[in-house]
């Protein structure tokens, strides 16, 4: 079992940065594969992007592939997404997930966090 965390959500424009976290506590995160998915009000929640558990296997959806960057340490029980060049579509509530499984899919998911607003403004 393990608890997630989400951090670093905000409001910035378009064009604009922003860096994600995603802490965990109780089993180490080393043993998960972890996973951002993203949800707006009305529309089911989205794969964005998801890292192994060693760091060596990276997937993105097609929407955010070369401005979002996942990355983990797992040292620091922490996963990372580095959102780049975002665009108004991009607003969404992210959250952090952690699955015991190699899978790209939100149903396969286990462990959840309570989600991080990201607005991205004009």
């Known amino acids: 079992q393990v608890q997630l965390v989400e951090s670093g959500g905000g409001l910035v424009q378009a064009g604009g940065s922003l860096r994600l976290s995603c802490a965990a506590s109780?089993?180490?995160?080393?043993?998960?594969?972890m996973g951002w998915f993203r949800q707006v009000p009305g529309k089911e929640r989205e794969f964005v992007s998801a890292?192994?558990?060693?760091?060596?296997?990276?997937s993105y959806a097609d929407s955010v592939k070369g401005r979002f960057t996942i990355s983990r340490d797992n040292a620091k029980n922490t996963v990372y997404l580095q959102m780049n060049s975002l665009k108004l579509e991009d607003t969404a509530v992210y959250y952090c997930a952690a699955n015991e499984v190699s899978s790209l899919n939100v149903n396969d998911y286990a462990y959840w966090g309570q989600g991080t607003q990201v607005t991205v403004s004009s």
């Open positions: 109780g089993r180490t995160v080393s043993s998960y594969r």
């Open positions: 890292i192994s558990r060693g760091g060596g296997n990276r």
